[in-house]
Nanobody, 120 residues
Framework: VQLQASGGGLVQPGGSLRLSCAAS????????IGWFRQAPGKEREGVSC????????HYADSVKGRFTISRDNRKNTVYLQMNSLKPEDTAVYYC??????????????WGQGTQVTVSS
């Protein structure tokens, strides 16, 4: 199982970015895939998770209404569209297999991180 995250960068407050998580060596639609982030000096936070078919979505309260997770099974890729970005969204973002209950949690497979910096 391999996950490859991309799409991070520097953006001004209020701007947008789209992160991508491409899977290889397995069919992504059988797994729930999500995004986690970690800012310097802070604990890792579950951001969003999308289940396998039919693709129910889950979000942390801090990003609801601003971030949208989606998947394209033909491309074996999960996306995280991030709008109305705030400086507090600055972190390294990781894609990973995920689960959800009272909160989002990782379930074992990780991609490398991609840096998102929101600053003027």
């Amino acid at each position: 199982v391999q996950l490859q995250a991309s799409g991070g960068g520097l953006v001004q407050p209020g701007g947008s970015l789209r992160l991508s998580c491409a899977a290889s060596r397995f069919a992504l639609d059988y797994y729930a895939i999500g995004w986690f982030r970690q800012a310097p000096g802070k604990e890792r936070e579950g951001v969003s998770c999308i289940s396998g078919s039919p693709g129910s979505t889950h979000y942390a309260d801090s990003v609801k209404g601003r971030f949208t997770i989606s998947r394209d099974n033909r491309k074996n890729t999960v996306y995280l569209q991030m709008n109305s970005l705030k400086p507090e969204d600055t972190a390294v973002y990781y894609c990973a297999t995920c689960g959800f209950g009272s909160s989002l949690y990782p379930t074992g497979y990780w991609g490398q991180g991609t840096q998102v910096t929101v600053s003027s």
